[in-house]
């Protein structure tokens, strides 16, 4: 049974797609299960995992819960229909605990496999809502998950620099449409994280070699 009030069924048929990963942006891991199981607040996640690795299930794997908020990725809208949402609790500014990682990609498993989820399929909160969302942020770890399959991570060969290029690419891999600015500082947030200077061949690069071997399947 679901702790957190905060959820509803999944619209019009559909089943999870995606992982949105999160952080909470809080104080703690017990504030943030308070605001997450808050009616008030009517937000939610359906696992929360404390920095010392405990993973709280917060709404049923099977229930729409309210973390993804306005958005989209391939094209899709609705993300919170089409995914499940595990919150990391951590501020934003510190390194995310090894026993919290752990408990993460213990966790994963299961999800990709009972809902026959890509690992492509696993994503940022920044990805699916680029310039309104900056979680889980530069300290995250993807290499780390994408080393073990649960996510995934380029294999970049520099190339000449071709803003055209670059925005289809971005399309193709999955990203919305967005203003060129946001798009560099999204794909790099993820794949880059703090990296500065106009776009360059590592940049195009990188969404060259997720567009190629990572395509989304779009709307």
């Excluded at 908020?69 to 605990?97: C, H, K, M």
């Excluded at 889980?136 to 803003?163: K, T």
């Excluded at 925005?167 to 794949?191: C, N, S």
Aim: hydrophobic residues 40%; charged residues 25%.
């Amino acid at each position: 049974m679901s702790r957190s009030p905060n959820f509803g069924p999944r619209r019009d048929g559909l089943r999870p797609e995606l992982v949105v990963l999160h952080y909470t942006a809080m104080d703690s891991c017990e504030a943030a299960a308070r605001a997450l199981c808050d009616p008030a607040r009517e937000v939610s996640a359906h696992y929360l995992i404390s920095e010392a690795g405990e993973v709280m299930s917060l709404v049923d794997e099977e229930m729409r819960a309210w973390h993804a908020g306005a958005g989209e990725w391939a094209g899709r809208e609705d993300v919170n229909s089409r995914s499940i949402g595990i919150e990391l609790s951590n501020t934003g500014y510190t390194p995310f605990a090894a026993r919290q990682m752990a408990a993460l990609e213990a966790l994963l498993p299961g999800i990709l496999s009972r809902w026959q989820i890509d690992p492509k399929g696993v994503i940022a909160h920044s990805d699916m809502a680029p310039g309104r969302k900056i979680d889980p942020g530069p300290r995250f770890d993807w290499l780390r998950l994408a080393r073990q399959g649960l996510s995934i991570w380029p294999e970049p060969q520099d190339q000449a620099v071709d803003w055209p290029r670059f925005r289809a690419d971005a399309v193709e891999f999955g990203y919305p449409q967005m203003a060129d600015e946001l798009l560099l500082a999204t794909l790099r947030l993820r794949f880059r994280p703090r990296f500065e200077g106009p776009l360059d061949g590592r940049d195009m690069g990188i969404m060259a070699d997720l567009a190629a071997r990572f395509p989304a399947k779009r709307a």
